[in-house]
């Protein structure tokens, strides 16, 4: 799976105009969300494909800043305190969250400064 990372504009039809874009290319949406502040956007998609993403999103003018390879981590649902914890580990290990969403799975995904350090969040690959 990859994270890609959109630069939108802050008005209406933006979101319909990336949602379209793919859709034309045949590319599924896998979880995400959109942040806006100010009259710019950041969009943050999770695909399996992040290339085809680019290049459907390309394709339609609107600007993608990267791609990113997510980790991946379940939580035990209904526990709480799991993103506290996992959250603690990334930090102890000196690992800084720059993004942090769902997927349509249920997933924890997160974008990360360090994501080779993600030994730190091996007790959570499974949803132990």
Request: a neutral charge; glycine letters at 12%.
């Amino acid at each position: 799976m990859f994270d890609v990372e959109f630069d939108l504009a802050n008005r209406p039809g933006a979101l319909a105009d990336l949602g379209e874009a793919m859709g034309r290319a045949g590319v599924s949406f896998e979880g995400g969300g959109v942040f806006a502040k100010g009259g710019r956007a950041v969009a943050h998609f999770l695909f399996r494909d992040g290339e085809a993403a680019r290049a459907a999103a390309e394709a339609a003018g609107i600007p993608v800043i990267a791609i990113h390879r997510p980790l991946i981590r379940r939580l035990k649902q209904g526990t709480p305190g799991q993103l506290g914890v996992i959250a603690r580990a990334l930090a102890e290990a000196g690992v800084n969250i720059l993004t942090q969403y769902s997927d349509h799975h249920n997933r924890l995904i997160l974008i990360c400064d360090r994501p080779e350090a993600a030994a730190a969040t091996r007790d959570w690959e499974d949803g132990r």
